[in-house]
């Protein structure tokens, strides 16, 4: 059961243009949503979060967005730079009960110069 | 400030063996997670461990067991390794109470299980 899915395995995006990877989730018990960065040979670098409560924030050239409803987050990269070709991850946790932490498949961001 | 490291990086192992990881926590962190990590997949949570206890477990088998020790540092123990957890192993500390709750990953150990 995987309760965090990130549909696009890959995207291509133009330098200077915005990049928006996007994740969905299926448990409403996640009060705790973040976007992590990984390179080769690295592990995962934490990049940006947000709470349940919020629908937005933003840092930088990074900016999450939270539809509860939708039970959907996405990561805008505005301007993308070949130095954001990585693979992303979205992870989500709860609190309730017995602490879980759960990552999505990742997408892999290239962005071309 | 000393981030987290992981020992060792690669590692080889017969199927039925058992396996020690281990991990040292960034400096001043208190949280520690272990996560799994196939090919083409996104890490899979293991557990948690926060001042010595385990505090949340992902759906792994008792065979997956893990200790952390007074100056935060963790090890993972594996028993009788199957072909299937050949993976990358990552271990990730934070601070609990932390108001992001982000975590800060070492750079993994490649285990392969033949």
Redesign the interface.
């Given at each position: 059961d995987q309760q965090?899915k990130?549909n696009s395995p890959s995207l291509s995006v133009q330098e200077g243009r915005i990049s928006i990877l996007n994740c969905d989730y299926t448990n409403s018990m996640f009060d705790?949503f973040?976007w992590?960065k990984k390179y080769p040979?690295?592990?995962?670098?934490?990049l940006i979060?947000i709470s349940s409560i919020k629908d937005k924030n933003e840092d930088g050239r990074f900016t999450v967005f939270l539809n509860k409803s939708a039970k959907h987050l996405s990561l805008h990269i505005v301007p993308s730079q070949p130095g954001d070709s990585a693979v992303y991850?979205c992870?989500a946790?709860t609190t309730s009960g017995?602490?879980?932490?759960?990552?999505?498949?990742?997408t892999r961001l290239k962005v071309l110069a | 400030e000393t981030g987290?490291t992981q020992s060792p990086t690669h590692l080889i192992k017969t199927r039925g063996q058992q396996v020690t990881l281990r991990c040292s926590s960034q400096s001043g962190h208190n949280t520690v997670?272990w996560?799994q990590q196939a090919l083409?997949?996104?890490?899979?949570?293991i557990f948690?461990y926060y001042r010595e206890e385990e505090?949340?477990?992902?759906n792994f088998p008792p065979r997956f067991s893990g200790l952390q020790f007074p100056n935060y540092s963790s090890e993972l123990n594996v028993n009788a390794l199957e072909l299937d957890d050949s993976a990358l192993y990552?271990c990730?500390s934070s601070l609990a109470g932390g108001v992001?709750?982000?975590?800060?990953?070492?750079?993994?150990t490649r285990l392969t299980v033949t």
């Amino acid at each position: 059961d995987q309760q965090v899915k990130q549909n696009s395995p890959s995207l291509s995006v133009q330098e200077g243009r915005i990049s928006i990877l996007n994740c969905d989730y299926t448990n409403s018990m996640f009060d705790y949503f973040l976007w992590y960065k990984k390179y080769p040979a690295e592990g995962p670098t934490f990049l940006i979060s947000i709470s349940s409560i919020k629908d937005k924030n933003e840092d930088g050239r990074f900016t999450v967005f939270l539809n509860k409803s939708a039970k959907h987050l996405s990561l805008h990269i505005v301007p993308s730079q070949p130095g954001d070709s990585a693979v992303y991850f979205c992870a989500a946790q709860t609190t309730s009960g017995t602490y879980k932490y759960i990552f999505g498949t990742g997408t892999r961001l290239k962005v071309l110069a | 400030e000393t981030g987290v490291t992981q020992s060792p990086t690669h590692l080889i192992k017969t199927r039925g063996q058992q396996v020690t990881l281990r991990c040292s926590s960034q400096s001043g962190h208190n949280t520690v997670s272990w996560y799994q990590q196939a090919l083409g997949q996104g890490p899979q949570f293991i557990f948690q461990y926060y001042r010595e206890e385990e505090n949340g477990r992902g759906n792994f088998p008792p065979r997956f067991s893990g200790l952390q020790f007074p100056n935060y540092s963790s090890e993972l123990n594996v028993n009788a390794l199957e072909l299937d957890d050949s993976a990358l192993y990552l271990c990730a500390s934070s601070l609990a109470g932390g108001v992001y709750y982000e975590q800060y990953f070492g750079p993994g150990t490649r285990l392969t299980v033949t």
